[in-house]
């Protein structure tokens, strides 16, 4: 079975600075790893995500994460935070066809950026 | 851009009632999800469908769920006898294979039980 931990329900920066959500898995087989955003009262977006090869991932609006594989990790990044970016922020794993493609996701992290 | 749609947007039942909840996926996509969020917790799959049979379901998705393509392009969710705790927000998926696809979600039913 696969399991995701996001650290921290809640996370404050201020306009500019870096962001840092983190991410770890759990994972009998290697997984494929997403990051997705919600906006309030919206679905879910894709930011990026890890199938295969290079293992640090750029996506949309500037956020980028790394896979880590000996730390079971896939932080999310953003070297300057924007007012656009608060959101809810979901880290998710998936096993593949195999296993009905689903999505496992972490609780969320509420990202809020301060002016 | 093509986008996964949902109706409705709300829909409030008593408890008891049969609901089904439409989505339309992504027309060039296989596998079809559904999820669901209860308020304040974290999304959690139901179901997923593949070549007309649902290829995985979780716990949750138990004999008073269940899934349909009627007509080739519609992807239904029915819930038989609904229960307070089926209160939640609803979202359909869809994707292409291969394993890792990325699922495209629609905005969601806040399904509300009385």
């Known amino acids: 079975a696969q399991s995701v931990t996001q650290l921290g329900s809640h996370v404050s920066v201020s306009e500019g600075a870096l962001v840092l959500l983190r991410c770890n898995y759990s994972s009998s087989v290697p997984p494929y790893l997403f990051w997705y955003v919600q906006y309030p009262n919206q679905g879910l977006q894709l930011l990026l995500k890890?199938?295969?090869?290079?293992?640090l991932v750029k996506g949309i609006n500037g956020f980028e994460a790394e896979f880590k594989k000996s730390e079971t990790s896939f932080h999310l990044t953003k070297p300057s935070a924007h007012m656009s970016d608060a959101a809810e922020y979901f880290c998710a794993v998936s096993l593949g066809m195999e296993y009905g493609n689903k999505l496992v996701f972490g609780a969320g992290t509420i990202l809020r950026v301060k002016s | 851009e093509p986008e996964v749609t949902q109706t409705p947007s709300h829909q409030v039942t008593q408890m008891g009632q049969e609901v089904i909840l439409r989505c339309v996926p992504i027309s060039n996509h296989l596998y079809f999800y559904w999820y669901r969020q209860i308020l304040g917790q974290k999304v959690e799959f139901l179901v997923s469908?593949?070549?007309?049979?649902?290829?995985?379901k979780s716990e949750i998705f138990d004999d008073q769920f269940s899934v349909e393509r009627p007509d080739g392009s519609n992807f239904t969710l029915k819930i038989r006898s609904t229960k307070l705790e089926d209160s939640a927000m609803y979202f359909c998926a869809s994707s292409r294979p291969p394993s890792g696809g990325t699922q495209y979600f629609g905005p969601g039913t806040r399904l509300t039980v009385l």
């Open positions: 890890y199938t295969t090869g290079a293992t």
């Open positions: 469908f593949y070549n007309n049979e649902i290829s995985e």
